[in-house]
């Protein structure tokens, strides 16, 4: 099956629409297939998680080199996880663009790209960063190419729920990186973008779920009814809200980061809850999934934002 889609895939790629060659045609593809928009967000957690387990800003260098590995990492993980799913790439229309499914790239040469991020990112981590770091570096690597690609997602529904634990682990590194350890505060932390990643990936599965139904990927839209999945969406949010309001007294936080989390949770929450009503009375109109999609990334952002925020606070 996988021969057959590659095939189609090449031809696809020589024909009218194939991609420009040369080598910014080139770099171009190679970039794309390291998901630079998924890595913005990894980096937008890893920053404030910095700060906070420093009580104040971190050696600029410490920054730079921690960002620049995490960055080398996600990209490592994102190319193996477009090499293995090349062939569900094809039959996508989400993805069928992307340089494995067109044929711009080899698998060959992807899987080597995809290496070479990844043991520069723990010679990075480990030789420049610390040893702790490094390892939860590799942690994140085996736990989204093995866990969430290879082994979960073309076979339960709750691929993304565990799988996602690798979106979380940017803020076990950045913590580390500081500290050389972990705390209970980094554990908060990670809960929020734990149970944050279900409501914030789901929506999009709503809106593409034809799309991953051909593919054969069980995602829960697939395979469940809209009120379900809207329903496991808050039970998520709700355990993302207590998970952030946890780290006030973990973190000693302020008024400040805590008006903002109830805040920002109670408007999140009540994104969640009308795509809920909307699925339960379809007469009101589409479910407004994408609207949820984009509200969870301002939602995430502010939240580390005011993480950050509050250290500086003299409060």
């Avoid at 095939?7 to 390291?34: H, I, K, Q």
Wanted: aromatic fraction near 10%; glycine fraction near 8%.
């Amino acid at each position: 099956m996988r021969a057959r889609r590659e095939r189609a895939g090449s031809e696809r790629a020589s024909g009218p629409g194939a991609p420009r060659t040369g080598w910014r045609g080139r770099l171009g593809a190679y970039v794309a297939l390291t998901k630079p928009r998924i890595i913005e967000l990894l980096l937008v957690t890893t920053l404030p998680t910095m700060i906070l387990a420093e009580n104040g800003l971190p050696d600029l260098w410490l920054v730079v080199k921690t960002l620049v590995g995490g960055t080398l990492a996600a990209a490592s993980a994102n190319v193996f996880n477009c090499y293995l799913d090349r062939d569900i790439d094809q039959v996508m229309n989400r993805t069928k663009r992307r340089p494995l499914a067109t044929g711009e790239i080899t698998p060959r040469a992807a899987l080597v790209f995809a290496t070479a991020l990844g043991v520069v990112s723990l010679l990075w981590f480990a030789l420049l960063v610390n040893v702790p770091s490094a390892w939860l570096t590799f942690a994140a690597i085996a736990i989204y190419v093995v866990g969430y690609t290879m082994i979960l997602k073309r076979r339960t529904p709750q691929n993304i729920v565990w799988g996602g634990i690798a979106g979380c682990m940017p803020v076990f590194i950045g913590w580390a990186a500081v500290t050389g350890t972990l705390s209970w505060s980094a554990l908060a932390l990670f809960g929020v973008i734990f149970f944050w990643t279900p409501p914030h990936y789901w929506p999009l599965s709503v809106k593409f779920k034809k799309d991953y139904a051909n593919a054969g990927v069980p995602m829960l839209p697939v395979v469940a009814t809209d009120r379900r999945v809207a329903i496991e969406m808050v039970a998520h949010t709700v355990a993302m809200i207590a998970c952030s309001l946890a780290l006030v007294p973990l973190a000693g936080m302020s008024w400040v980061y805590t008006v903002v989390a109830v805040g920002l949770g109670a408007w999140f929450l009540g994104l969640v809850v009308a795509m809920l009503r909307r699925a339960d009375h379809p007469e009101r109109g589409k479910l407004g999934a994408m609207k949820v999609f984009h509200g969870s990334i301002t939602y995430l952002t502010l939240l580390f934002i005011a993480v950050a925020v509050d250290v500086f606070l003299p409060l």
